[in-house]
T-cell receptor, first 111, second 121 residues
Framework: GEDVEQSLFLSVREGDSSVINCTYT??????LYWYKQEPGAGLQLLTY?????DMKQDQRLTVLLNKKDKHLSLRIADTQTGDSAIYFC???????????FGAGTRLAVHP | GAVVSQHPSRVICKSGTSVKIECRSL??????MFWYRQFPKKSLMLMAT?????????EQGVEKDKFLINHASLTLSTLTVTSAHPEDSSFYIC?????????????????FGPGTRLTVL
């Protein structure tokens, strides 16, 4: 079946790098996504990666994809207090419409 | 960027009553809207896909007679929880896809509303 797993919580010091991990089960997933949810706000698409790519970098964000192990990670360099939020991993699965989400990782950034 | 609103943001109702939640795309037209349910410390669960002018497509295990979805216009979809019970208490989130964008990964970009917290007493 389709399943996306994430650890629930991550705490980092301001200025350090954050790495949020995600595993998925559907090997036919074409695109994998990272969303950010701040308190009281909707999910915001941060970045995505196509399944035939290993890595994608976008400013402070680096996405790594290990398709063999079905493992996805999001690295945030120089983490700031404004990065504190819940980060959701999602895969496009079961056709064009459907996104399967993980439970979200709450990132807490402390001084 | 594209903005999606939901109303109300919070609602408390008595068991047995019905509650309507609105989802609006404010600055774009959405042929497709999605309704999700989020449990505490759980992932967003897709409930149904709503296409303007046609019947919603429900995910397996979601009761279509309990969760009524209407997508009457390109900017509005509603979810009505009928005869609500305490186990329906949850966070309901909608998203909308811009009809203009087509093809590639961004064509699946869904713009999310802020969610509605439903509490059934």
């Amino acid at each position: 079946g389709e399943d996306v797993e994430q650890s629930l919580f991550l705490s980092v010091r301001e200025g350090d790098s954050s790495v949020i991990n995600c595993t998925y089960t559907d090997s036919s997933s074409t695109y994998l996504y990272w969303y950010k949810q701040e308190p009281g706000a909707g999910l915001q698409l941060l970045t995505y990666i196509f399944s035939n790519m290993d890595m994608k970098q976008d400013q402070r964000l680096t996405v790594l994809l290990n398709k063999k192990d079905k493992h996805l990670s999001l690295r945030i360099a120089d983490t700031q207090t404004g990065d504190s939020a819940i980060y959701f991993c999602a895969e496009r699965s079961g056709g064009y419409n459907k996104l399967i989400f993980g439970a979200g990782t709450r990132l807490a950034v402390h001084p | 960027g594209a903005v999606v609103s939901q109303h109300p943001s919070r609602v408390i109702c008595k068991s047995g009553t019905s509650v309507k939640i609105e989802c609006r795309s404010l600055d774009f037209q959405a042929t497709t809207m999605f309704w999700y349910r989020q449990f505490p410390k759980k992932s967003l669960m897709l409930m149904a896909t709503s296409n303007e002018g046609s019947k919603a497509t429900y995910e397996q295990g979601v009761e279509k007679d309990k969760f009524l979805i209407n997508h009457a216009s390109l900017t509005l979809s509603t979810l009505t929880v009928t005869s609500a019970h305490p186990e329906d208490s949850s966070f309901y989130i909608c998203s909308a896809r811009d009809r203009v964008v087509a093809g590639g990964p961004s064509s699946n970009e869904q713009f999310f509303g802020p969610g509605t917290r439903l509490t059934v007493l």
